[in-house]
């Protein structure tokens, strides 16, 4: 009866123990989160749209001829931040440019005097923008004309400088010859006259697409602001026949990256054997390719990021998706951002990578959205703030059970790239995918990529926007949204100072403890010494 007494005092300090332990650890973790850990993805966001929506383009009518703008490329100027330029392909009433600027950090807009190229059947397609280090703004763009043997094709690429910040511009220089398609200019963020030129090279081209494989994409370099430019080098490896859209990001140095998309064995759409008819995707996989330069663009190694990309949708070989390429130079990382259909319809993927782009994380699904939800999240745009927040735009179709009226969504990351907090979306209300270039043949283009820069206090977003267009007039218009943006640990500095203070008081509890157990025990051991009995001889 005795010894079974005791057992019952010692099941009891036991489990008391156990409980302890337990109730410790769950502090301890909870206290860990939230001193060191990320913040869940659905937070609530600290982002908001300022100001509403407003255009960037001056509306269309029936007596102007409605117009059709989209694939803006938006640029900042280093040296004056409340300058800067939106670049847009035009597709209705006809193939030409829009380029358009902004004195005062985006609030009011005015179309630039872009000077194209004489004699020319298309005197400006597909423009795209940067400013230099020094304030320069250069806008490159391709020409269709007749070229002996092809006929009316794509005649040449050309660039175009401004150096009060887009009201007025110099008279055109050739940068590349014929058949060069999917333009994209980047400058040197220290050298002011240093331009990097990226395109692919066709050797035949028919009316909906690319004759034959092989074609390559080529990268030039210029160091006197755009009037000479070194000999091509092709980028793309010869394994990529199929590459199309490719990105230029300049990481600073002599640190080039380029990416684009390898569409495999898509004849369909490379080749245009769809004739230009919408219908379903083509059933194989695509392939998001990264290369990096680090002598200037002389020489480039390749790296597959993923080679399982499922396509969502067809597209022309004059427009294909845009793959989003940016790089936070201070901290030497890179990110890359496409759309995958693996999971039954489209998601946002971002790649992540630490070191200026030698090596590559896993992606991250970005768009917070249930998996297989049925609804479209497509071609994302990129921008890195000064402090390293990065930020995320794409069209975003998650409040139209049919998949049709598309939104456009803003998510940021303050850990480079693995989590991405609550979206929010930027459009005053949605408009439908389905008006634009195309739409007759039931593959209306809405555009091959968004714009955004980032700030430190905000970001600046810009979009094609179909509100004010129908089926009929095709109209669309650049929308912009202003963002006031809030780094999360700033909103709970409180939240992370008392978890560090549990979390060190927890330590500091449990190695008093583990004294006061050891010297009670070490007492007890020399009580129980001086009790033993010794036996004389």
């Known amino acids: 009866m005795v010894q079974e ?56 009518s029936v007596a102007t001829g409605y117009v059709a703008q989209n694939s803006p490329a938006l640029v900042l100027n280093p040296r004056d931040p409340a300058n800067l330029a939106v670049a847009s392909r035009i597709d209705l009433p006809r193939f030409s440019c829009g380029v358009h600027v902004s004195f005062d950090g985006g609030g009011t807009w005015r179309q630039a005097p872009l000077a194209t190229p004489p004699d020319q059947t298309i005197g400006c397609f597909a423009p795209d923008a940067t400013f230099g280090a020094d304030g320069t703004l250069y806008v490159a763009f391709s020409t269709f004309g007749t070229v002996p043997g092809h006929g009316v094709v794509q005649s040449g690429v050309w660039l175009v400088t401004s150096r009060d910040g887009g009201r007025s511009f110099a008279a055109p220089t050739r940068a590349a010859g014929p058949l060069a398609f999917q333009v994209r200019v980047a400058a040197d963020p220290s050298r002011p006259a240093r331009l990097y030129l990226t395109w692919l090279q066709a050797k035949r081209a028919s009316p909906w697409g690319l004759a034959s494989a092989g074609n390559p994409i080529m990268v030039s370099r210029s160091d006197d602001g755009g009037e000479t430019w070194n000999e091509p080098v092709q980028a793309s490896g010869p394994q990529h026949r199929r590459a199309v859209a490719p990105v230029l990001a300049v990481a600073g140095g002599d640190d080039v990256l380029l990416g684009y998309v390898d569409v495999g064995d898509d004849r369909l759409d490379y080749e245009g054997a769809h004739e230009g008819r919408g219908g379903n995707p083509y059933a194989g996989h695509w392939s998001i390719v990264t290369a990096r330069s680090s002598d200037g663009g002389a020489t480039w190694g390749e790296r597959v990021l993923s080679d399982r990309l499922v396509p969502v949708g067809r597209f022309l070989q004059l427009f294909p998706p845009v793959p989003a390429l940016a790089v936070d130079a201070t901290r030497r990382r890179a990110y890359m951002a496409f759309h995958d259909g693996s999971l039954g319809d489209p998601d946002v993927l971002v790649w992540a990578s630490p070191d200026g782009g030698r090596h590559w994380a896993p992606p991250t699904r970005a ?11 497509v071609l994302p745009g990129l921008a890195v703030a000064p402090n390293g927040r990065l930020d995320l735009v794409y069209y975003d179709r998650r409040d139209d059970p049919h998949d049709l009226l598309s939104q456009v969504s803003f998510q940021s990351s303050f850990d480079g790239g693995r989590e991405f907090v609550r979206s929010v979306p930027l459009a005053d209300r949605p408009f439908d995918s389905r008006i634009g270039l195309g739409a007759d043949r039931d593959m209306p283009e809405l555009g091959t990529r968004l714009g955004i820069v980032a700030t430190a206090a905000g970001a600046l977003a810009v979009w094609s926007d179909t509100r004010a267009g129908t089926a009929a007039t095709g109209e669309q218009d650049l929308a912009r949204a202003l963002l006031a943006v809030r780094a999360p640990l700033q909103a709970s500095i409180a939240w992370r100072i008392a978890g560090f203070l549990v979390l060190t008081g927890l330590v500091a509890g449990t190695v008093s403890a583990l004294r006061r157990q050891y010297f009670r025990r070490t007492r007890r051991a020399g009580n129980r010494w001086r009790a033993t009995p010794i036996s004389s001889a």
């Open 5 to 60: 007494g005791r057992r019952r005092p010692v099941r009891r300090a036991w489990a008391r123990k156990l409980a302890v332990l337990v109730v410790c650890a769950v502090l301890v973790g909870v206290g860990a989160t939230l001193a060191f850990g990320t913040l869940p993805r659905d937070r609530p966001p600290d982002a908001h749209v300022v100001g509403g929506n407003a255009p960037v383009n001056p509306p269309s």
């Open 367 to 377: 768009n917070d959205t249930p998996a297989r939800d049925g609804t479209s999240q």
